[in-house]
């Protein structure tokens, strides 16, 4: 009998507070949270020196905190972090790393312990595609799309969360993508690799927050296709539902999901209600939302990531 009070009263804990979370969410579905402050913060971003990681860092540095720019490709970062100095921001600071290699992350993220200080908001964005079906692809390159779109994040995460955890201050910002949702023709290993940042960097999440790390944030980031080159070539069977993503757009909503602390952001906003579908749904209803979407025939005609200028 005792047991079962017990129970009882853990059950009405959980629908009360149930019900408060509920009500603050759907409060804050129409009024949108206020947005931190990140004057001052130390913000490392990985493939910052092209698409999404220069703008983002643009759009950082606008906000006054101190960027550190980590990409394999040095003329790229730098071109980024001359871009960064021109709208004034002084303390910027680029260096090139293969984030691809645990070792040298680990060295490059001592360097920057040691010439910038702590980095208090990681983003894992650098990424790579090879775009190929499964068994047209070589072994190395799956390899290089598991080393570079997740097992880096292992790495910057065990070079950078141990500070985080004891300043009880940090934001780790993961750059999945809807890929990282839904399996796609044509993209077995990207999709993999995608997940498997995604699956890490929830765990991650569930792990601050059973150990009670109340400081320590989580942001992962699912776009659709974004014009920036990677995936040059792709299409979407339904532009309303699905559209191509321009660069700036995306930019603003990662930056405005991490400044709301946001858990995760999907963009566009649809894939929250095909993720929906997803798990409800019929398969075959679902493959034919899938054809109808045209999300089999995605990458069709996809040439490989644009040479940039
Ligand atoms: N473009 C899209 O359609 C799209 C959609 C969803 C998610 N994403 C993800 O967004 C992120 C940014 O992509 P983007 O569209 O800006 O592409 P991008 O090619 O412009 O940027 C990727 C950057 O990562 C860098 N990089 C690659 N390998 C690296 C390595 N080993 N070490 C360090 N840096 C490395 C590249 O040099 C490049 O500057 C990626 O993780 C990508 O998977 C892109």
Not at 41 to 69: D, H, P
Not at 72 to 82: A, D, L, P, V, Y
Request: hydrophobic share 45%; net charge positive.
């Amino acid at each position: 009998m005792a047991l079962s009070l017990n129970a009882a009263k853990k059950l009405l804990i959980f629908l009360g507070k149930s019900l408060l979370a509920l009500l603050k969410s759907v409060v804050f579905a129409f009024i949108p949270k206020s947005r931190k402050n990140i004057a001052g913060e130390t913000i490392l971003i990985t493939g910052s020196g092209s698409g999404l990681g220069r703008l983002l860092a643009l759009k950082f540095a606008q906000l006054g905190s101190v960027v550190v720019l980590w990409d394999i490709n040095q003329e790229g970062n730098e071109e980024t972090c001359r871009m960064v100095r021109e709208t004034g921001a002084s303390r910027v600071y680029a260096y090139t790393c293969d984030c691809s290699r645990r070792e040298e992350v680990y060295r490059v993220a001592d360097q920057v312990k040691r010439e910038v200080g702590d980095v208090s908001i990681l983003v894992n964005n650098a990424g790579i595609v090879t775009g190929k079906k499964f068994l047209n692809c070589p072994d190395e390159l799956m390899e290089k799309s598991f080393d570079v779109n997740f097992k880096a994040h292992l790495w910057t995460y065990k070079a950078f969360l141990p500070a985080m955890i004891a300043k009880k201050h940090g934001h780790l910002v993961c750059i999945s993508s809807s890929a990282g949702l839904v399996g796609v023709n044509g993209l077995a290993d990207y999709c993999a690799s995608k997940f498997a940042a995604f699956g890490f960097a929830e765990s991650v999440f569930v792990e601050t927050f059973v150990q009670q790390q109340k400081g320590i944030k989580t942001t992962i980031v699912c776009p659709f296709f974004i014009k920036t080159g990677m995936f040059e070539g792709c299409t979407t069977g339904c532009p309303l539902l699905l559209p191509i993503l321009e660069p700036e757009y995306a930019a603003r909503k990662i930056l405005d999901g991490i400044l709301q602390e946001k858990l995760y952001v999907y963009i566009p906003r649809s894939l929250y209600l095909i993720m929906f579908f997803k798990s409800i749904l019929p398969l075959r209803m679902l493959l034919l939302m899938a054809d109808y979407l045209g999300i089999f025939y995605s990458m069709d005609n996809f040439s490989g990531p644009k040479k940039k200028d």
